[in-house]
């Protein structure tokens, strides 16, 4: 605004005639002058929209031409779709197997390797609650013990010096032979307080250079130094503190290195063979009169899993325990024999119904690594052998007493050496 201009429309031009007037007239434009000098030029420029740039530094208006998206063609949107659609169904799948192998691992028991049962913390705990039945149970062990062990104790625990010495000579030399995996396969007897005696125990070492798995029974009556516990029937051990003292036991009398266990209840074998639909057996006369059937020669006969369980716990056609051992390992060859013939299927069905039975120390990487394994293990040779070998033990009693050192080279010989034809 023109202060002079708005004077100008403010003052008359013609002059006051009286002196009040023409005070009047100048305070009237002395107001205007000073509200015109405190109201802001008015400029026409418009200020930019963004913040003023460095110094230097120019706007840059992208062209219009620039804006414009292209089109991608007919072609290349399908490619895009079908790609998603690709590997939106991988990613199902992987989540599916991680939730599915899980789910398969939580059905069995797993147990911790130092996680362990120990008698004494359940005498303990027997005792707290009870101790008049705890000194009746101990009188009751005390008692059993000494009529059992009084006559051959102190020759059993000579002898077994004495192998410990010729195997404190090997041990020096033997260094672990690699390939070779050997896992403790248990089968027991669930008690009303807890595990029972291992009446099956068998080493399961698979050699993966000869493509061959050596199943080795140990019988139940061997004589061993259980540690803690003294020379006693090997199967005692895992009754006593669980499958872990029983791996240390085999460890430390057969110097076996045992990777990993798995024990199941003779429930198991019921429900696995009842899953792979019944195995195939040839039976003789007497095993089937103790199976109570009746059949006029020996035959092959179709086994479902609650006879297959008895035939496997027979040990009075023949053979007494030596012949119940080995028809334990042609049960368990029947089995592998179904699961061979059936494929992956028949095997992921087996493993399914089994788990939920089986106590085992192996992690979710051992065991998802063994699942991985076997359709090529399924179809490695399987060898059959037995702890005592032949002319390599003696009987003191009820106790089976081995030549340990022999034995010890001799399954070394066998699970770790070259085959002869070789």
Same mark, same amino acid.
Request: proline residues 3%.
């Given at each position: ?21 023409? !005070? +009047?007239? *100048?305070?009237?434009?002395e107001?205007?002058? @000073?509200?015109? #000098? ?5 400029? %026409?420029? $418009? ?17 219009a ?27 199902i ?35 707290t ?13 005390? !008692? +059993?013990? *000494?009529?059992?062990h009084?006559?051959?104790? @102190?020759?059993? #625990? ?5 192998? %410990?010495? $010729? ?13 070779v ?14 595990i ?15 493509k ?54 003779f ?12 195995v195939?057996?040839?039976i ?36 007494s ?42 992690s ?23 702890i ?5 033990y ?29």
């Amino acid at each position: 605004m023109d202060p002079e201009k708005n004077v100008s429309e403010v003052i008359p031009e013609n002059k006051p005639n009286t002196q009040a007037e023409e !005070a +009047a007239a *100048e305070a009237a434009a002395e107001t205007v002058l @000073e509200e015109s #000098a405190r109201q802001p030029e008015i400029t %026409e420029e $418009k200020e930019p929209d963004t913040e003023e740039l460095p110094e230097g530094e120019m706007y840059v208006v992208e062209s219009a031409v620039a804006d414009e998206k292209k089109k991608l063609p007919k072609w290349a949107k399908l490619l895009l779709i079908a790609g998603g659609s690709v590997l939106g169904l991988a990613l199902i799948a992987v989540l599916a197997l991680v939730i599915g192998y899980n789910a398969l691992f939580n059905r069995s028991n797993y147990r911790d390797k130092d996680e362990t049962i120990v008698m004494s913390e359940a005498m303990e705990t027997l005792e707290t609650a009870d101790e008049d039945l705890a000194a009746e149970l101990a009188s009751e062990q005390a !008692a +059993a013990k *000494e009529s059992i062990h009084a006559s051959i104790e @102190e020759s059993l #625990a000579e002898k077994l010096k004495e192998a %410990e010495d $010729k195997k404190a000579s090997m041990e020096a030399e033997r260094v672990r032979q690699e390939g070779v995996r050997n896992i403790l396969l248990i089968g027991t007897d669930q008690s009303s307080w807890g595990i029972g005696n291992s009446d099956a125990i068998i080493v399961c070492s698979i050699n993966y250079e000869k493509k061959k798995i050596y199943l080795t029974s140990i019988m139940r009556d061997t004589a061993a130094n259980v540690p803690g516990r003294g020379v006693t029937k090997i199967n005692s051990a895992c009754a006593i503190s669980g499958p872990e003292l029983l791996v240390q036991t085999v460890e430390e009398n057969f110097m076996i290195d045992i990777e990993n266990y798995a024990m199941v209840d003779f429930e198991a074998m019921k429900q696995v063979i009842d899953a792979l639909g019944g195995v195939d057996m040839m039976i003789t006369v007497q095993e089937a009169k103790f199976m109570k059937i009746d059949i006029e020669e020996d035959q092959i006969m179709h086994l479902d899993g609650r006879l297959a369980l008895r035939h496997s716990r027979d040990r009075s056609s023949g053979g007494s325990d030596f012949g119940r051992v080995q028809r334990q390992k042609e049960v368990l060859l029947a089995i592998i024999d179904k699961a061979r013939s059936g494929g992956v299927g028949n095997l992921a069905q087996a493993a399914y119904a089994c788990l939920p039975h089986i106590t085992h120390d192996f992690s979710r990487t051992d065991l998802l690594e063994i699942i991985s394994e076997l359709p090529t293990l399924i179809n490695f040779e399987f060898v059959q052998q037995r702890i005592p070998y032949e002319n390599m033990y003696h009987f003191d009693n009820e106790y089976i007493v081995l030549d340990y050192a022999a034995t010890i080279k001799n399954f070394n010989d066998e699970v770790y050496g070259e085959d002869p034809e070789e």
